[in-house]
């Protein structure tokens, strides 16, 4: 009887073990499962422009050998050329201790290696652009990243997530990265990024945290309309200091494929009554 139950409990761990090993999933699966979940890949690969207008809350503190906290609010719109690698934003700035006592706009073009940002005082600045921001286009995390490993499944705001960690390094920087997807659903939980660096004798480290959350149909694919985001920079050394910022980012309206010209005459020249149009405030 003994050696029947030993025997039995042996081949019920194959058994299981076996079972798990099915159901765990490659890096390579978990991606596609995230872009069929997000309105499947051909949807994404029409998409050559994009618009978004978010409204962004900002607060931080600092502590250590350097004190100092504040918080801003700016509404940005964001338009995005996929096709010729260029973008336009407007930036709308609400008074605050940190940029003064009335809104102002800024606006930045990126197109042709150059960056133009067009002042509140009517002043141009021209610069090399260094801007990295088509990489991801339209959606975050939806290429499978090189050397990619997968980790143990984890609990992520009461859910069941599985694990990516991977390297990736932008404009020289390196980053180790990890992106956090719903078992259940196959959507992208949450993100980070950490980047550990030495410079003028201090040590510093950069933690940023994004979490996904109010998925909504656009144009039949699912786009997160809110993300909060957690930068915590400390450094050690020279000088000791710790900043915390949290951000949060709310969409009010997201549209693909919209005609460039009508853009560049309405919202970019025109940002108060584009703003006023999607009932920003």
């Known amino acids: 009887m003994k050696t029947s139950a030993l025997i039995f409990s042996a081949v019920l761990m194959l058994a299981l073990t076996a079972s798990a090993q099915e159901q765990t999933p490659t890096v390579e699966e978990i991606y596609t499962k995230y872009l069929h979940a997000i309105g499947g890949n051909e949807k994404i690969k029409n998409v050559e422009n994009k618009m978004d207008v978010t409204l962004i809350s900002t607060e931080y503190v600092t502590t250590g050998e350097i004190s100092n906290q504040g918080t801003a609010k700016q509404e940005v719109i964001n338009y995005w050329d996929y096709v010729n690698v260029q973008s336009a934003t407007v930036n709308k700035q609400y008074p605050s201790e940190l940029t003064g006592d009335k809104i102002t706009f800024t606006r930045y073009l990126v197109a042709n290696g150059k960056t133009t940002i067009m002042l509140p005082d009517g002043k141009k600045q021209e610069s090399t652009s260094l801007h990295t921001g088509f990489e991801e286009a339209p959606f975050p995390e939806t290429t499978v990243p090189p050397g990619a490993k997968l980790l143990p499944n984890e609990t992520f705001n009461g859910k069941e997530v599985y694990v990516v960690s991977y390297e990736k390094s932008t404009i020289g920087t390196p980053f180790q990265c990890i992106a956090y997807f719903d078992i259940a659903s196959g959507l992208l939980e949450a993100s980070t990024q950490i980047n550990k660096e030495e410079n003028y004798?201090?040590?510093?480290?950069?933690?940023?945290?994004?979490?996904?959350?109010?998925?909504?149909?656009?144009?039949?694919?699912?786009?997160?309309?809110?993300?909060?985001?957690?930068?915590?920079?400390?450094?050690?050394?020279?000088?000791?200091?710790?900043?915390?910022?949290n951000i949060t980012?709310?969409?009010i309206a997201i549209e693909f494929n919209i005609n460039m010209e009508d853009f560049k005459n309405g919202c970019f020249q025109n940002p108060e009554d584009c703003f006023a149009k999607y009932g920003a405030k």
């Open 249 to 251: 980012m709310e969409s």
């Open 201 to 245: 004798g201090s040590n510093m480290t950069t933690k940023s945290l994004n979490i996904y959350e109010n998925y909504k149909e656009v144009d039949g694919m699912l786009l997160p309309h809110r993300i909060k985001m957690t930068i915590d920079h400390e450094t050690t050394g020279a000088l000791n200091m710790k900043t915390v910022t």
